[in-house]
């Protein structure tokens, strides 16, 4: 929880806004007022000379509607 009603959700990588929005307000029973998605890239790691990747992921910000709450926070 980010506070003021946003909630950070870690999704899978072709969700799409209107999707989550439906999924949330079913799944939990509140109302969402929006939704920012966030693709994080892939980060290159090292250790010593083996070069890795470390993979990237995508979020999202869920904002609610101001009497609603998620309680599993």
Do not use: C, H, W
């Amino acid at each position: 929880m980010l506070g003021d009603g946003r909630y950070v959700f870690k999704v899978a990588d072709n969700a799409d806004k209107n999707s989550l929005k439906r999924a949330i307000e079913s799944r939990y029973g509140v109302g969402v007022e929006s939704v920012n998605i966030i693709a994080q890239r892939d980060k290159n790691r090292r250790r010593g000379q083996i070069l890795g990747v470390k993979p990237g992921f995508k979020k999202a910000v869920v904002t609610l509607k101001a009497e609603d709450k998620i309680a599993e926070f």
